[in-house]
């Protein structure tokens, strides 16, 4: 779980430095995607989501990779019709990956009877995907965009901080549990 905090880190928090018209990400998302991928390699045996989630952390990283490469290289800002459909593509294939994390958290909760906060964690992905997909489409209305993009940012926050609890719960619970069983 501690990958999976880690590679949510590098994809919801973005800086980067602008030269030119070049951008330096020093937060890569592709980075971010390796974690993921390592984190979910850890967990594929508690939940088929994991399992479901790791080809597409492979195509992330690749993709991230490449996308980090054209904003070095200033091939996506000065490209804007390559821009928009890149961002969106990336960012449904992002919130797919992070529903397939946030499901298989709810797998584990039922199968180790368990509490790992994956109910809010679910909300909060739900909200989370909302305001993304908003943000993504007003392109006749800048402002709302703009305004759906903080509220992105809040709720990626809001679902960082509930990840971190997730995390923290998960790796407070005995290796090996005893379950009673009722003769």
Do not use: C
């Not at 800086?15 to 850890?42: C, H, M, R, W």
């Amino acid at each position: 779980m501690q990958l999976l905090f880690t590679g949510m880190i590098f994809i919801f928090i973005d800086f980067s430095i602008n030269i030119n018209t070049a951008v330096i990400g020093l937060i890569p998302d592709f980075v971010g995607y390796i974690f993921i991928y390592k984190g979910l390699l850890e967990l594929t045996q508690e939940s088929p989501h994991f399992q479901q989630a790791l080809p597409l952390s492979k195509i992330m990283i690749a993709v991230m990779s490449v996308l980090y490469a054209m904003d070095v290289l200033s091939i996506t800002t000065t490209s804007r019709f390559l821009a928009i459909p890149l961002g969106m593509i990336t960012t449904a294939l992002a919130l797919y990956t992070i529903y397939q994390i946030v499901r298989g958290v709810l797998d584990i909760e039922i199968s180790k009877k368990i509490d790992l906060f994956g109910e809010n964690l679910f909300f909060t992905w739900k909200m989370w995907a909302v305001f993304t997909a908003l943000s993504t489409i007003p392109v006749l209305i800048p402002g709302l965009s703009v305004i759906f993009g903080l509220l992105s940012l809040i709720m990626a926050i809001i679902l960082l901080g509930t990840f971190y609890k997730t995390k923290t719960q998960f790796y407070a619970q005995p290796k090996n549990p005893t379950h009673e069983t009722n003769l």
